[in-house]
């Protein structure tokens, strides 16, 4: 990635390291690009200082990691180049803190920065994600509140960090509104106005389940049918079952119970 410089900020009650991120974060990927960062100090040191640069088992250093300032080249940035380290297991997107130690030329206790590495993952996780869906309450009616109970799970025993949920309004239906609750271990929005629409966090053998409200039209005729679709993509996983990664159903529009009919398909 490019650098592009945004101002120091020097810290205030003593020397310190000061950070220049490049494009304000640094973000690696696995197997792909890696991004710099650079270095220096605040003021002019005494003698040689020594910052060395300190990371995890998820980051390499590809440039030095021990960088010298002198009392000639202290404020001059140094850069420090770093890649995820490209291993097999599913992780999804997560994080590493990069420290740095300084001695030398009165740098001893100055403060440095810590960098929070954000690491796209390569390797995907098999999952199994299934979506099912009921109506509540039938027959519906003109004018008629409906509610569906849509049920979100992760079949597999492999985590599903970002799967992103979606499901539309009915055809002649409005105003819209839901309810989530998710197992231990899974998480989703609490609630929410108009369609669902957002990522979904499974881990593996839970789920999510939502309770979606809306109003059929008053101007609907009987035996109108109202179709309802909710999906869910794995995103960050490989889902080979796509056959039940969606549910849908068609509900005709009652009271007259012969052109009622509720299916799931």
């Known amino acids: 990635m490019g650098l592009s410089l945004v101002a120091n900020t020097v810290v205030a009650g003593g020397p310190a390291v000061l950070l220049t991120e490049s494009f304000g974060s640094t973000i690696v990927e696995e197997g792909g690009n890696g991004d710099t960062y650079t270095l220096a100090l605040s003021n002019q040191p005494t003698g040689n200082v020594t910052v060395t640069v300190l990371v995890g088992s998820n980051i390499q250093v590809v440039s030095a990691s021990v960088l ?22 599913p992780e999804g997107t997560h994080f590493e803190l990069v420290n740095h130690s300084v001695s030398g030329g009165g740098f001893g206790g100055a403060t440095t920065p810590i960098v929070q590495v954000t690491i796209f993952d390569n390797d995907r996780a098999i999952t199994d994600l299934a979506v099912t869906m009921q109506l509540v309450n039938n027959p519906i009616g003109p004018g008629q509140r409906i509610s569906y109970l849509v049920d979100v799970t992760n079949l597999s025993a492999e985590n599903a960090l970002v ?35 957002h990522t979904i966090s499974l881990a593996g053998g839970t789920g999510v389940s939502y309770l979606v409200d809306v109003t059929v039209s008053p101007l609907v005729t009987e035996g109108a049918p109202i179709n309802a679709v909710a999906s869910v993509e794995a995103n960050d996983s490989t889902d080979p079952e796509l056959s039940n990664n969606s549910a849908s159903r068609t509900d005709l529009v009652g009271p007259d119970s012969l052109f009622r009919n509720g299916f799931e398909l």
């Open 68 to 89: 010298t300032f002198t009392t000639s080249n202290w404020n001059t940035p140094q850069t420090v180049s770093l890649n995820a380290v490209d291993d097999t297991l």
């Open 163 to 197: 799967p992103f949920f979606a499901m539309g309004t009915p055809n002649d239906t409005d105003d819209m509104s839901w309810v989530c609750v998710a197992d231990p271990g899974a998480s989703c929005p609490m609630s929410g106005q108009g369609p669902p629409l």
